[in-house]
């Protein structure tokens, strides 16, 4: 069985973000932040065109992903014991264990995960870069992708799908 894939790892697809991890425990690192990079690996059918997709569609789809994180606190919206509420003044109050912050609703993005881990980064981008992916280039038959994200040099977590082809 023949597969092609194109490969992603540019400069530009890097994003900074505050964080903590909360671990099996009940204890969390203080918070804290990474200039996280993200690497990308989509396998489709080769176009008529000798493409699986073009670079030059792929690489803005990315980009967007990874700058509406950038610059923002990530917050595990389906924690089963952290509390994050929006206000009616435009903050976010945050509450875990014996710990409370407050911060701008627009610095804060709550995500639909457990916890903020390089592992669930990675799988949330990478759903929905598929997603993105299948809004935009209807056409294109993602049959693998695998979507990584780099907490720190040598250090990352790394989604992948393994779709059906059809």
């Given amino acids: 069985m023949e597969r092609w894939s194109i490969q992603l790892e540019k400069q530009a697809h890097k994003f900074s973000a505050a964080h903590f991890l909360i671990f099996p425990d009940g204890t969390a690192e ?10 990308v690996e989509i396998e489709a059918q080769l176009s008529e065109h000798g493409l699986v997709l073009d670079f030059i569609q792929v690489k803005p789809v990315i980009k967007e ?3 509406e994180l950038d610059e923002h606190w990530l917050i595990p919206g389906e924690h089963p014991t952290l ?4 206000r009616d003044d435009g903050v976010v109050e945050v509450r875990f264990a014996e710990r409370y912050y407050a911060a701008p609703a627009e610095d804060v993005i709550i995500l639909p995960l457990n916890n903020i ?3 669930n980064l990675a799988t949330w981008m990478g759903r929905e870069l598929r997603r993105r992916l299948r809004e935009r280039f209807s056409d294109i038959d993602v049959r693998r992708l695998r979507f990584a ?9 790394v989604y992948s799908y393994d779709g059906e082809p059809g």
């Avoid at 203080?30 to 690497?39: D, Q, S």
């Avoid at 780099?150 to 990352?156: I, L, N, S, V």
């Fill in 117 to 119: 881990s390089a592992e």
């Fill in 83 to 86: 509390r994050a509420d929006r």
């Fill in 65 to 67: 992903l990874v700058d």
């Fill in 30 to 39: 203080r918070l804290h932040g990474h200039n996280y990079r993200v690497f």
């Fill in 149 to 157: 994200v780099e907490e720190t040099a040598g250090q990352r977590g």
